[in-house]
C-alpha cells in the first residue's frame, strides 16, 4: 500500500503543476494574440509547442494516473471504503469532482486557443488560474479530517477565506497592471510629441 500512496502522490502533485501552468500558458497566449506582427505569431507558435507536450505529455497522463491509483487505494482497504459513507470523504470526492470539470474546461481552453479563438480575458483566466490553488487547499486539508471530528468544516472556512485573499491579491495585481500601462502610454504619448 504504501507504494500505491507514494505513487498517487507523486501524480497529484504532477497533474496540479500541470493544471497549474498550463493557465498561464493560456494567459501568456491570450496576451500574445494582442501584440503586433511577427512577435504574435512567435509567441503564439512558441506557447502552442510549449501547451501541447504540457498537456498531452505531463498533466492528462498524471490526471489518469492520479485517479488510478486514488481508486486502487480505496478499494483496496476494507476500512478505507467505509469513507464513502464520511462527510468529510464525500466532500472531498466533490472537491476532486469540481477539480476533474476543472481539467475539462482547461482542455476546452487549449482546444479554442488552438484554434485561434481566445474567448476569456487574461483578468478572467487569472482568476480562473485560482481555483486548482483552492481545490488543492482543501482536499489536503480534508485529508487530515478522519483524525479530527469538526475539521472538515474548518477546511472549508479556510477554503473561504483562501478565496477571498487570492480574489483581493488578483484585483491589486489588475489594477497595478493598469495603472502601470496607462503610465507606459502616457509615457509614450509625450515622447512622441
Known amino acids: 500500500m504504501g507504494y500505491i500512496l507514494a505513487l498517487h502522490i507523486i501524480f497529484i502533485v504532477c497533474w496540479f503543476a500541470g493544471l497549474f501552468y498550463i493557465v498561464r500558458l493560456f494567459i501568456y497566449c491570450r496576451e500574445a494574440n494582442d501584440k503586433p506582427e511577427p512577435d504574435r505569431r512567435i509567441l503564439l507558435d512558441q506557447f502552442g509547442i510549449m501547451k501541447r507536450r504540457l498537456w498531452y505529455g505531463i498533466t492528462w497522463p498524471s490526471a489518469v494516473l492520479t485517479i488510478t491509483f ?20 464525500i466532500l472531498k470526492l466533490s472537491f476532486v469532482g469540481v477539480l476533474v470539470l476543472y481539467h ?90
Open 104 to 193: 475539462l474546461q482547461c482542455q476546452l481552453i487549449y482546444n479554442q486557443q488552438k484554434n485561434g479563438i481566445y474567448r476569456f480575458s487574461s483578468f478572467k483566466l487569472r482568476i480562473f488560474n485560482e481555483v486548482a490553488t483552492i481545490v488543492l487547499v482543501v482536499v489536503v486539508f480534508l485529508m487530515e479530517a478522519p483524525n479530527k471530528q469538526s475539521s472538515w468544516i474548518y477546511a472549508l472556512l479556510g477554503t473561504f477565506i483562501l478565496l477571498g485573499l487570492i480574489v483581493f491579491a488578483i484585483y491589486i495585481y489588475n489594477n497595478q497592471r493598469k495603472k502601470q500601462e496607462e503610465l507606459s502610454q502616457a509615457q509614450k504619448n509625450t515622447n512622441e510629441k
Open 70 to 89: 486514488g481508486l486502487i487505494l480505496l478499494f483496496q482497504d476494507a476500512n478505507h471504503v467505509m469513507w464513502l459513507f464520511q462527510p468529510w470523504f
